[in-house]
């Protein structure tokens, strides 16, 4: 695979430029804390994890039910694979070039490093705060670049009193997560969507 065919389909987690007369409040910031869960799908081989920055994929399910103010862009927020510990993460909402962007996908990273893949578990996030909208890059360097900026500023801003709160959130303790049990009833639990309002 080319550098530009990684740029290319990595781009789904495109950053953006900074802009200083940019105002957090106004772009999808009334829906947060916005809480979700599913199960981890395949993505669409775009070369996250080669690139160091693995992305769990949501399904459709918990895609199509997003807030109409939840804007594509750069989140920032926790996450919790199974009933495993909760974690710090970056997401990337973005329109799907894989079906010729009629489609979202949401995409996490969570800021931690597993020992094996998380397919088919119950990924449990909470949306916090926005950090950027998306925008495509010229080098994969540049790409990488703003991807891990953005990690950094997660980490910061997730260290705000009000923001780890969340971490303690009932919602990463309350539901029974098996990955075991047998899909309708992973289905029927897993996929609810939960907004934290
Ligand atoms: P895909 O195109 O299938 O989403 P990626 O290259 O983006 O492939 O890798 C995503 C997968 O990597 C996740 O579904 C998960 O199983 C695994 N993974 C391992 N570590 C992480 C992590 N820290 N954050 C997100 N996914 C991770
Ligand atoms: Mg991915």
């Excluded at 105002?23 to 199960?39: D, I, N, Q, V």
Aim: aromatic share 10%; with cysteine; glycine share 8%.
């Amino acid at each position: 695979m080319t550098a530009g065919t990684v740029i290319f389909r990595v781009l789904s987690f495109c950053a953006s430029k900074r802009s200083s007369c940019y105002r957090e409040t106004k772009l999808g910031m009334k829906s947060l804390p916005y809480f979700c869960r599913g199960e981890v799908i395949r993505g669409f081989g775009r070369g996250s994890k080669e690139l160091g920055i693995p992305t769990a994929n949501f399904p459709d399910s918990v895609v199509d039910n997003l807030p109409a103010d939840i804007s594509t862009g750069i989140y920032y927020g926790w996450a919790c694979v199974g009933n495993g510990d909760v974690y710090k993460m970056v997401m990337s909402i973005g329109w799907n070039p894989y079906y010729k962007n009629t489609k979202k996908s949401m995409e996490t990273h969570v800021i931690h490093t597993f020992k094996e893949d998380f397919y088919g578990e119950i990924l449990s996030v909470v949306m916090v705060g926005y950090i950027r909208p998306e925008r495509s890059y010229d080098s994969l360097e540049a790409l990488i670049a703003a991807i891990n900026n953005d990690i950094e500023e997660a980490k910061v801003k997730l260290e705000l009193p009000e923001h780890l709160k969340l971490r303690e959130d009932n919602f990463f303790t309350s539901t029974p997560i098996l990955s075991s049990a047998p899909p309708a009833t992973t289905a029927s639990t897993s996929q609810t969507i939960m907004n934290g309002h």
